[in-house]
């Protein structure tokens, strides 16, 4: 079994920045995929990053060049750094865990609320 933690989010104005920690603890593969998902009021949940454990990276088009994301493969976690954040950012952000040999596991979710 994995279990997540997440911390990081909360309330910012925009243009300002977060940044979201998630850190992975359990039978952790040395083959996986970690990243974001994240879900606004009334809509559906959407890829936000991924970086696998080789280190590629793949983002959403909507925050290309304003988040990045990293990992620390020792500390088993995954950051999300947001920049230049936008009210259209406001979402529960949810970290997911995947490697090939059991279903994705997600993390709790934190809220990240952008005022403006």
């Known amino acids: 079994q994995v279990q997540l933690v997440e911390s990081g989010g909360g309330l910012v104005q925009a243009g300002g920045s977060l940044r979201l920690s998630c850190a992975a603890s359990g039978s952790i593969f040395s083959v996986n995929s970690m990243g974001w998902y994240r879900q606004a009021p009334g809509k559906q949940r959407d890829l936000v990053a991924h970086?696998?454990?080789?280190?590629?990276?793949n983002y959403a088009d909507s925050v290309k060049g304003r988040f990045t994301i990293s990992r620390d493969n020792v500390k088993n976690t995954v950051y999300l750094q947001m920049n230049s954040l936008k009210p259209e950012d406001t979402a529960v952000y949810y970290c997911?865990?995947?490697?090939?040999?059991?279903?994705?596991?997600w993390g709790q979710g934190t809220q990240v609320t952008v005022s403006s």
């Open positions: 997911y865990y995947w490697d090939p040999s059991r279903p994705t596991t």
């Open positions: 970086i696998t454990s080789g280190g590629r990276t």
